[in-house]
């Protein structure tokens, strides 16, 4: 089985840092991707951790600490723009199946 | 280079009816995965394609099959359509050369049962 635990609603200022966290539980671990999604619109890939440590892309870093099944998304310079939902994704096994959760809705104010 | 498209955009049924969605993968992409997404709720598996073949599924009844064209594209099909099937259904296409952690999703079909 998989579970996944996120905070459900984040809110933050514009031009502040945030940060929004993930645990996991499932098997056959490969690792962990982060997807954004704009009410109404596609799920967007932002990046992928399979290995321990930060990936930076641009003003997004994520995180991934495979003996503690947890990860984070650290969102930089907020813009008003970056007010959506956002998945953390664990990948399982050698497939392409992606199990979301709820996810996390970040608010970003003036 | 296009991206992964979809049709209907939006669709409105009666219950008991059958539907079908159609998605074309973003090019160079060979497999197809489908989701549902109902609303406040993260996307749901219901089932991947690759060489033609379901090659994963989800926890979806018989109702929703699929196939997929020697060009990658892929329907979706749902019969006997149930009041709980409204909801966003997602393609997403990936290749597997990638480990597939990277799927692209297009926009969506909006089905609403009535």
């Known amino acids: 089985g998989q579970s996944l635990e996120q905070p459900s609603e984040v809110t933050a200022v514009e031009g502040a840092i945030v940060q929004i966290n993930c645990t996991y539980q499932?098997?056959?671990?490969?690792?962990l991707s982060w997807y954004q999604q704009h009410d109404g619109g596609a799920p967007t890939f932002l990046s992928y951790?399979?290995?321990?440590g930060l990936e930076e892309t641009g003003r997004f870093s994520s995180f991934l600490s495979r003996s503690d099944s947890y990860g984070y998304l650290l969102l930089q310079e907020l813009q008003m723009k970056d007010s959506a939902s956002y998945f953390c994704?664990?990948?399982?096994?050698?497939?392409?199946?992606?199990?979301f959760g709820t996810g996390t809705q970040l608010k970003v104010e003036l | 280079d296009a991206g992964v498209t979809q049709s209907p955009t939006h669709l409105i049924k009666t219950r008991g009816q059958q539907v079908t969605l159609r998605c074309s993968p973003k090019?160079?992409?060979?497999?197809v995965s489908w989701y549902q997404q109902a609303l406040g709720q993260g996307p749901q598996f219901i089932f991947q394609?690759?060489?033609?073949?379901?090659?994963q599924r989800g926890n979806f009844p018989d109702r929703f099959s699929g196939h997929q064209f020697p060009n990658y594209s892929s329907e979706l099909n749902v019969n006997a359509l149930l009041l709980g099937d409204s909801a966003l259904y997602l393609c997403?296409?990936?290749?597997?050369?990638?480990?597939?952690?990277?799927?692209?999703f297009g926009p969506g079909t909006r089905l609403l049962v009535l």
């Open positions: 997403a296409s990936s290749t597997p050369g990638t480990g597939g952690e990277t799927q692209y």
């Open positions: 499932t098997s056959g671990f490969y690792g």
């Open positions: 951790n399979a290995l321990d």
């Open positions: 994704v664990p990948r399982q096994g050698g497939g392409n199946k992606l199990t």
């Open positions: 090019s160079g992409h060979d497999t």
């Open positions: 394609y690759y060489e033609e073949e379901e090659r």
